[in-house]
């Protein structure tokens, strides 16, 4: 066996609708919205959120994107790898990232049709106010932006970082 394999990968889906290019404005208000959302919160939390997110949605172009956003933000590959399993994982994040990735998850999912109280009030303890909208604002932003790239089938792999969608 040598060591210069070629590796053949499935054939790339194509994706079922280029939603944006069909909704031009309904992108440039997400596009605006998210730029609103993400003003005063650290850049590397932001991305662990929208990585979250998007691993719970199973939105793989969105993970793609946001991975290669929080690399190029400084994040940690082992950071990254250990967020799908963070409650086992909770030393390698702040209480203030545990308390984000927590709140993300009530958002997204919505299992019992809100947000516990216990759940908001860690959040609320690592958060002020402003901030705390604005971090209650990128969930929800990346959960829509998540229901597009799912349902239109949005394929992954071709994003670079300081690329738009």
């Not at 959120?49 to 082992?78: P, W, Y």
């Not at 994982?89 to 203030?96: E, Q």
Request: include cysteine; charged fraction near 25%.
């Amino acid at each position: 066996m040598s060591s210069e394999e070629t590796v053949e990968y499935t054939t790339e889906h194509s994706p079922r609708l280029h939603w944006a290019q069909h909704a031009p404005e309904v992108y440039k208000a997400m596009i605006r919205l998210d730029a609103a959302a993400r003003q005063g919160l650290d850049p590397k939390l932001y991305e662990l959120v929208k990585i979250r997110a998007s691993q719970i949605n199973r939105c793989a172009f969105c993970l793609d994107m946001h991975t290669k956003d929080a690399l190029a933000a400084g994040e940690s590959v082992e950071r990254i790898v250990q967020l799908s399993a963070w409650e086992e994982s909770r030393h390698f994040y702040t209480g203030k990232e545990l308390a984000a990735i927590e709140l993300t998850e009530a958002i997204t999912v919505l299992t019992d049709g809100f947000v516990p109280d216990e759940v908001y009030d860690r959040a609320a303890k690592h958060f002020d106010e402003a901030e705390l909208a604005r971090l209650i604002a990128a969930i929800t932003v990346i959960n829509a932006w998540n229901r597009f790239g799912v349902t239109t089938r949005m394929v992954p792999g071709h994003y670079r970082p300081g690329q738009h969608r």
